[in-house]
């Protein structure tokens, strides 16, 4: 560590998720508790190479624990890939008197936070930011939850048309290339069956799966599929193809898209964010940097920040297993 942290700034970067306001809020707090300056730049990498910047005070967030997206905004930034774009960002750091920055956000911004460090020796803590679930060192990112419970509570309301309509419904969730939404809330919805990237388990499965769900007597049927999922091209394409060999079935496509990623914070998402938020100000100004806020087994802990994105997630394949038992 160069010397005291005076000033830390502050981004939301890639995609969107709820908690990310709540993770802003305490940086900022904790920043006003112990005597240091909060600067937080608009629409992540960008913001830090254009010099858009604001500062953050225990005032200025008040009342957004409870919004969705990021006040700061986000984007994903080509100029920051650059070592041009690189080093406009760091002249603009020097100038604003930048000693350390928090990142909030996915791999690609942790990536990013690594390559920016190794450079100029900034020093920085990762907050993991994702609905995905995919990152390694912390059993839950900050809206992944929150995603979880609208991707439900959506399976629940289309479940009633296929009810009333005798329909079978193909619905599809984010995740191009991890599974945890599809499985966790696959279960908690009661799917008759779940497709995710990590566990190729083919259309022949899937049609054995229905057939026999036809043959129990059910007269509708929700399969819940991970966009990265291969066993189809294409989530429209499995469904016409499950038509066409099984033609008893009257099948539709829900894509929930961007939705899943808006809404009001659920309480785990706001603590969560709130506990990661005030430990990666604690951790940098006791002198640690380059690792990962998580949470494993309750406790909030770190990780070295390029460990977290070589290794990955495991899913929890148990589920699986019990998604096969309760779908007879």
Do not use: W
């Not at 939850?145 to 048309?161: P, W, Y």
């Not at 990237?197 to 054995?208: A, F, K, S, T, W």
């Not at 898209?257 to 309480?267: A, D, E």
């Amino acid at each position: 560590m160069k010397g005291p942290i005076r000033k830390i700034g502050v981004i939301t970067s890639g995609g969107d998720a709820p908690g990310m306001n709540a993770a802003l809020r305490a940086v900022a707090r904790a920043c006003t508790y112990y005597k240091v300056e909060c600067i937080g730049f608009y629409r992540g990498y960008q913001g830090m190479i254009e010099g858009d910047s604001v500062e953050l005070s225990a005032r200025s967030v008040r009342n957004i624990i409870s919004k969705g997206g990021t006040i700061l905004k986000s984007a994903r930034s080509k100029e920051f890939r650059t070592v041009e774009g690189r080093r406009k960002a760091h002249e603009n750091l020097i100038k604003e008197g930048i000693d350390a920055l928090v990142l909030i956000g996915g791999d690609g911004t942790f990536r990013g936070g690594v390559a920016f460090s190794k450079e100029f020796d900034m020093p920085f803590i990762g907050i993991p930011g994702t609905i995905d679930n995919d990152i390694a060192g912390t059993a839950s990112t900050i809206g992944y939850d929150t995603a979880l419970n609208t991707v439900v509570d959506s399976i629940d309301k289309i479940r009633d048309t296929a009810s009333s309509h005798n329909r079978l419904f193909f619905v599809e969730v984010m995740g191009r290339d991890a599974g945890f939404i599809a499985l966790n809330a696959g279960v908690g919805a009661g799917a008759e069956e779940i497709l995710i990237p990590e566990e190729d388990l083919g259309v022949d499965r899937l049609l054995q799966t229905l057939q026999k769900s036809k043959r129990s007597g059910k007269l509708s049927s929700i399969v819940v599929v991970s966009e990265g999922d291969k066993t189809g091209k294409n989530v429209f394409e499995l469904a016409d193809y499950v038509t066409e060999k099984l033609p008893q079935y009257d099948a539709r496509v829900s894509v929930l898209g961007h939705m899943q990623r808006g809404g009001s914070p659920s309480c785990f998402d706001r603590v969560l964010a709130s506990r990661m938020g005030v430990n990666a100000v604690e951790f940098l100004l006791d002198g640690k940097s380059n690792v990962m806020v998580g949470l494993i087994e309750g406790k909030i802990i770190t990780t070295d920040i390029e460990q977290a994105i070589k290794n990955t997630h495991d899913i929890n394949r148990e589920l699986l297993r019990i998604t096969d038992i309760l779908s007879v």
